[in-house]
Structure formats: structure tokens, C-alpha cells
């Protein structure tokens, strides 16, 4: 969406001014198989821990067999300015952060897990606390407390074999569920709602893989966006919502620095967060 939580209010403001919808392409909340997740997993009782779990693979074997039209390089002046542009941006988001904290922010933070922050905020509303963050070249962890439940999301680089992988996971004792997402550049492919369970204290366990639907979650998100502007709908990924992820994506880098835990690591966001029709 944007840099900074202060670039997301000012989109939000002009959005407002011009009363236009403003929403935020997340395509995982339109997957069947995500409402699928949503549903099954608030049922849960004790729910003890949440993982979610990102192995990156590289994205040429998954679009080599489409037709892609691809532009020439950028004049070396503009692909300059665009470079100054990011960084001046990345500095008013995080200020004198180290180069390994500002490559994460911009390329796996505001890349990828913004995503998976998006829906793990969800299925399980605002983290009480972001208790640990850790960046490295190859990978980043992140683990959140939502009440008795830990959550800890992995994401790690693993360029060299196209077996992509996406996983939220969560256990209770008497139950798991979750949910299995393929690469997003495989059209059609379902997402898997997997359910585990058994007879307590028993051999006798069971393990059930659905397929909720082949719709496509990109084209869900486009027949949503249609219903927003032509019905006046609030977009269920509305921008006022999409700045708690980023006030997450700034918080893991500052909990990484510090190496001190941080209360309600979205509340920046929450705080004076306007809508886009205010």
C-alpha cells in the first residue's frame, strides 16, 4: 500500500477528499478457503499456538509457461530517481535504521508479509504484543502473543528449488487446522483447509484435506472492488484497515533493534486512524 503509516493516513485523506474507494489488494481474504479458516478456527478451544510459515522460492518456474510481456530497462536517470525516492521514504519510516533493517522493510516486510499479516489479523484481530523480532540476510521471525496463544511467523529465502510454501497453522489440544497456500502465479490452484483431530487418549486419529473452491482469489478480489465502487461497500481490505499491517511492518523492525518487546505493536495505526469516507 505504502511506506509508512503517516503515507497511509495522507492516501486516506485524499481518498476521503475526493470521495472515491480506496482498498487494498489482499487477495488472500477473498479465498473460499480462507473463510473456510476463519470460520473453523474461532470454533477452537484452548487455542495454544498459531504458526505461520512462508518458504520463499524463486518465481521464474511458476510464470516461465505464460505468455509475459516484459518492458525494456528503465533509462538509468529514472530508475535513479526511483531508487532516491524509496530510500528518502524508507528514512521517514524508519529513520537511521541499519541497511539489513531497511532491505527487510522494503523487500520482505512491505513485499510479502504485509500479506500474511493482513490475515493473520483476520482470523485473530490486533496481536497484544509483538514479544520478539528477528531479521537476518536468509530470513525473518516474528512472534506475537494473542492472549494465552503464541504466534510465531517464520519467513525464510530459499531461492534455489520451486517448491513455494504458505502455511497458517493452529493447534488446540483437541483440534488443528490449516491452511495450505500455493504460489499465487499457479491460476486456479486451490488453497487447502486441512483438519486434524482425534479420540482423546486413543490411537484413533484423522486428518481431512478440503477443497473449498477453484475461484480464483484475484478475481474474488476484483468482483469485491466492483461492489465497493458500484454499491458503495466498504471494502473489506480497506486502507483504514491495511495501516495496522503497516504499523506491524514498522514495529518488527524496531522490536529487532531494540530487543525489547513492544505492547499492542498496531496501535500507532489504531490510534488516529481516519476512513476513507470521513
Not at 212 to 224: D, M, P, T
Request: hydrophobic fraction near 40%; charge should be negative; include cysteine.
Amino acid at each position: 500500500m505504502c511506506f509508512s503509516v503517516a503515507e497511509g493516513r495522507a492516501m486516506i485523506e485524499a481518498a476521503g477528499a475526493a470521495s472515491t474507494v480506496l482498498m487494498v489488494g489482499y487477495n488472500k481474504r477473498y479465498d473460499p478457503a480462507y473463510a473456510r479458516l476463519v470460520e473453523e478456527a474461532r470454533t477452537l478451544a484452548d487455542l495454544r499456538l498459531v504458526r505461520i510459515t512462508t518458504l520463499e522460492s524463486p518465481i521464474d518456474p511458476y510464470v516461465q509457461h505464460y505468455n509475459l510481456r516484459r518492458g525494456g530497462p528503465l533509462p538509468k536517470s529514472v530508475a535513479q530517481t526511483l531508487r532516491d525516492d524509496d530510500d528518502a521514504r524508507i528514512t521517514a519510516a524508519l529513520g537511521d535504521a541499519d541497511p539489513l533493517s531497511r532491505w527487510a522493510y522494503r523487500s520482505v516486510l512491505l513485499d510479502s508479509l504485509v500479506h500474511e499479516f493482513n490475515a493473520m489479523r483476520g482470523v485473530m484481530g490486533e496481536p497484544d504484543a509483538l514479544e520478539f523480532a528477528d531479521i537476518r540476510e536468509t530470513g525473518l521471525t516474528a512472534i506475537f502473543k494473542y492472549g494465552a496463544a503464541q504466534c510465531i511467523l517464520a519467513w525464510v529465502d530459499l531461492p534455489d528449488i520451486a517448491r513455494y510454501s504458505m502455511e497458517f497453522a493452529f493447534y488446540s489440544p483437541e483440534r488443528r487446522v490449516t491452511l495450505a497456500f500455493p504460489s499465487p502465479f499457479l491460476r486456479s490452484m486451490p488453497t487447502l483447509f486441512i483438519s486434524e483431530d482425534g479420540r482423546k487418549m486413543s490411537p484413533r486419529a484423522s486428518r481431512t484435506e478440503e477443497v473449498a473452491s477453484y475461484q480464483e482469489s484475484f478475481k474474488e478480489e476484483l468482483v469485491h472492488f466492483h461492489d465497493c465502487v458500484t454499491n458503495g461497500r466498504q471494502p473489506t481490505t480497506s486502507a483504514a484497515d491495511a495501516i495496522h499491517d503497516i504499523a506491524l511492518c514498522e514495529a518488527v523492525v524496531a522490536v529487532h533493534r531494540g530487543r525489547h518487546p513492544r505492547e499492542h505493536p498496531s496501535q500507532p495505526a489504531m490510534a488516529t486512524a481516519p476512513t476513507e469516507r470521513s
